[in-house]
């Protein structure tokens, strides 16, 4: 029997606010590597909602934990502990290296919130300076986080809070203009909506030696590279830092929304009852969801699958790109793969969509491909396979 006319996209352009430029595409179901559209058809992953579903798409281990979870506690407030909540933390914290975690509901939580700590501490040590970002950046689309990135996202939300600097990425020589009263760095080792953009690890290095020379907090912004994606736990990981705070959201929760703060001790215990808060940060639903997420990543061995997988799978793409001049770069590590086209690349993303695969289109002319870290090299092929008919035709 077909299905009845899908109401959804008619809906978004008419109540909706036009804040998204959604494929014409609705989905219905999903499993692990493959989602599936209102009328049956099966697609192939590449995009995993944007770097979130880490372990794929409803775990059967993460799902149960959801609806053990929903008929227990769903929500409670934080004038109150938690069992999930604090099992979370444990695990973390474990995981991690940090000392204490906040929890929160969103990405743009956690970098609001990194900022607030950073600002309080460094007063506290008598910095009065900017805290600085870096060009391409994305942290979130609040007003301060717009502040630290594109103009383009700034324009017509003015005016904007003061207190920071941009820099040029990768441009180790603008470092030595960082001075003493600065307050805070805040970096991504790949920016992710910036185009898939990886960091020199020179660059990465001088930053730390910065911020401990001149005792700057040094923030990294792990929402989209964290919790395996890039092929260790955490981006920073792969290079020459050792992070104050670091920010989490995205592949924390399998897509139940959670955002966390991870911090050293002698940045958290700065923080006291009324400096911050969250009425749904850390509620046992979320949290349930995310320590069984994170145990999925862990037992499964899923850095290495995505170490394993993601090279082979940049590999290919690399050697695809050699065959066509409109392709510029194929970067990223683990399973967090740019291809830069000369050509703008929304086309290219409907196309891929079109022969059942998702991915997106970032910075303009960026194939973005965040698969699950599930994804097995068969699936590689796949990928590679489909995405070799569409260059074959022409951009």
Known sequence: MANPVDPSQEIFETKHFQTYRRFPLTLASGKG????????????????????????????KVVKAIQEQAATLIHVSNLYHNVPQSK????????????????????????EGAIKIARKVSEQNGKTGPIIYFSGCFHGRSITTITMGKEAFQKGFGPLPEGFQQLPYNDIDVLDQIGSDTRAIIVECIQGEGGVNLANAGFLKKIGEICK????????????????????????????????????AKGLGSGVPIGAILAKEDIATKIVPGDHGSTFGGNPLACAAAFANLEVIL????????????????KGLTDLAKNYPFIKEVRGMGLMLGIVFEPECRPIAIRLMERGLLVSCTAMHVIRLVPPLILTQDEADSILAILKEILEEGV
Not at 88 to 111: H, I, M, P, Q, Y
Not at 299 to 314: A, D, F, M
């Open 213 to 248: 020379e001149k005792e700057i907090i040094l923030i990294v912004d792990e929402i989209q590279t964290g919790m395996g994606r890039t092929g260790k736990m955490f981006a920073y990981e792969h290079f020459d830092l050792d992070p104050d705070i670091i920010s989490l």
């Open 33 to 60: 590597t493959r989602v599936y559209d209102v009328d049956g058809k099966e697609y192939l992953d590449a995009l995993a909602g944007i770097a979130v579903n880490n372990v794929g798409h409803c775990h059967p």
């Open 299 to 314: 037992e499964e061995e899923l850095l290495l699958n995505c170490q394993k997988v993601g090279t082979y799978l940049k």
């Open 88 to 111: 979370l933390a444990d695990l973390l914290t474990k995981v991690s290296g940090f000392d204490r975690v906040f929890f929160c509901n969103s990405g743009l939580e956690a970098n």
